[in-house]
C-alpha cells in the first residue's frame, strides 16, 4: 500500500504535521511519497522521495474554476498542470492519493479519477471556511467531493462546514491532526510570575491583537505579567497593526515580538511559561482554526492554558474545562481568565495541567492519526 501525500511545497516549517505524517508512516507499514512544486528546507526536513511537477500558473487557475463551473454540462480539457500530475501518477501508480488541503484536490482530482487512483481529501482550516465563502470553491469542492474516495476534516466544526457538499450518503471523516506526544518534555508548573505566551502566525485568525489587549487589561488590574509572541509575519499589516497596537497600550517593555523560532526553541519557550493564551478568532475573510497544534503541545508541556470557543479547539480542551473558554473577540473575558489561573496555587495548577496532558494524548496522538489514515486507506483501495 503506497500512498503519495500531495502538497504545494514540502516542507513549511509551520506545518510539521504533514512532514510528521509523510515521515513516519513507513514506521506503521505505509511507504510514502510526495509530489510538490517547491522543495522547501530539504537540510531539517530530510526527505528523498519527493517529486516535483511545474507550479500551476494563473490561467491554469481560472481554468481550473471554469471546469467546476461548467460540469457536468462540459468536460472541460485538462490542463497544462493537470497533465503534469496524469503524467506523474501514471508514472509511479501509487495505490492512492492523499491531498493534504482541499485546495490541493481542486488541482488533481480529475487526474485521480483519469486514472482511477482513490484520492483521499483532508481539509485543514481555511480551504473549509473563508474559501466556501466564494461560490467558485464551493462549486469546485463539490467536483472534488464527487471524484474523491474520501473526504476528511480535522475537527468537528470543518466537518459540519463541509457535510453539505458531499454526495448523499457520504460522510465527512473525523480524524484529528497527531503530534509525538512523547517528544514533548513535561514540567510541572510553577509558583505564576505572570509569564504569558501566544504562538502562531501574524494573521488575524490568531487573535494575536486581543491578546495583547489582555495584557493590557490583566496589567490595569495590577499584576505584573509580561506576554512573549511567536510566529511568522515580521512583514505586512497585521505585524504591523499589532506594533501599533503594542505602542498605543504603551506595553513596549511588556510584550516580546520574537518571530519564528526553530522548534526546539519553542519547547523551550513552553517551559518558561506561566499561561498558554490561545486567542483564536474567525478571520475577516471568514478564515477559522482546525485545532492548532500550539495548543496541544502546550498542554503536553504542562502549561495551563486560557483560550476561545472557535473551531475546534473546545475538543483539545478536557470536558471539565470547557466552560472555562471564552468567546472570539472578549480580550476582557480574557483578561479575567488569565487573572484567574495566575491567582491559583502550584499544586491546583498541577493538577489542572496532568489533565490536560492526558487529555491531549489519548486523542491527539500521531500514531493514533497514522491508524486512523491507515484504515481509510486500505478501504479506498480495496472500493
Not at 330 to 341: K, M
Request: aromatic share 6%.
Amino acid at each position: 500500500m503506497h500512498v503519495r501525500h500531495c502538497v504545494p511545497a514540502f516542507s513549511h516549517l509551520t506545518q510539521p504535521f504533514i512532514y510528521n505524517l509523510v515521515t513516519r508512516s513507513p514506521r506503521y507499514g505505509t511507504p510514502t511519497s510526495v509530489m510538490a512544486w517547491e522543495r522547501l528546507n530539504p537540510e531539517s526536513r530530510p526527505f528523498e522521495h519527493v517529486h516535483l511537477i511545474p507550479r500551476p500558473g494563473n490561467g491554469e487557475r481560472i481554468w481550473n474554476h471554469l471546469a467546476a463551473a461548467a460540469y457536468p454540462a462540459i468536460d472541460l480539457p485538462r490542463s497544462r498542470f493537470e497533465r503534469h500530475v496524469r503524467a506523474t501518477l501514471a508514472r509511479l501508480r501509487p495505490d492512492c492519493v492523499h491531498a493534504q488541503f482541499g485546495s490541493v484536490a481542486a488541482w488533481i482530482h480529475r487526474a485521480c479519477a483519469d486514472l482511477d487512483i482513490p484520492l483521499i481529501v483532508t481539509f485543514r482550516g481555511k480551504d473549509a471556511s473563508a474559501k466556501l465563502r466564494k461560490s467558485y470553491w464551493w462549486r469546485t469542492y463539490r467536483e472534488v467531493a464527487r471524484n474523491a474516495a474520501a473526504v476528511a476534516a480535522v475537527s468537528e466544526d470543518l466537518a459540519e462546514h463541509l457535510q453539505p457538499l458531499l454526495p448523499e450518503g457520504t460522510a465527512c471523516q473525523l480524524i484529528y491532526t497527531g503530534i509525538d506526544t512523547e517528544a514533548i518534555p513535561f514540567r510541572e508548573p510553577q509558583a505564576p510570575r505572570g509569564r504569558l505566551l501566544s504562538i502562531g502566525r501574524l494573521v488575524d485568525k490568531k487573535g494575536h491583537g486581543d491578546a495583547i489587549r489582555a495584557l493590557a487589561a490583566v496589567r490595569r488590574a495590577g499584576l505584573e505579567a509580561r506576554l512573549t509572541l511567536i510566529g511568522e509575519g515580521d512583514e505586512g499589516d497585521e505585524a504591523a497593526a499589532l506594533r501599533q497596537l503594542i505602542d498605543e497600550l504603551a506595553l513596549g517593555p511588556h510584550v516580546d515580538l520574537l518571530g519564528a523560532l526553530p522548534h526546539e526553541q519553542v519547547l523551550e519557550a513552553y517551559q518558561e511559561a506561566d499561561l498558554f493564551i490561545a486567542a483564536n478568532r474567525t478571520g475577516a475573510q471568514g478564515d477559522r482554526e482546525g485545532i492548532p497544534n500550539v495548543l496541544k503541545e502546550a498542554q503536553l508541556s504542562g502549561v495551563p492554558v486560557v483560550a476561545t470557543r472557535h473551531g475546534g479547539i473546545p475538543s483539545a480542551i478536557p470536558a471539565a474545562f470547557r466552560d472555562e473558554l471564552v468567546e472570539e473577540g472578549d480580550h476582557e473575558a480574557l483578561a479575567r481568565r488569565i487573572q484567574a489561573l495566575l491567582g491559583q496555587g502550584r499544586e491546583e495548577l498541577a493538577a489542572r495541567a496532568a489533565r490536560h496532558r492526558e487529555h491531549v494524548r489519548a486523542h491527539f496522538s500521531l500514531e493514533a492519526e497514522i491508524r486512523a489514515y491507515q484504515r481509510l486507506y486500505r478501504g479506498c483501495a480495496e472500493r
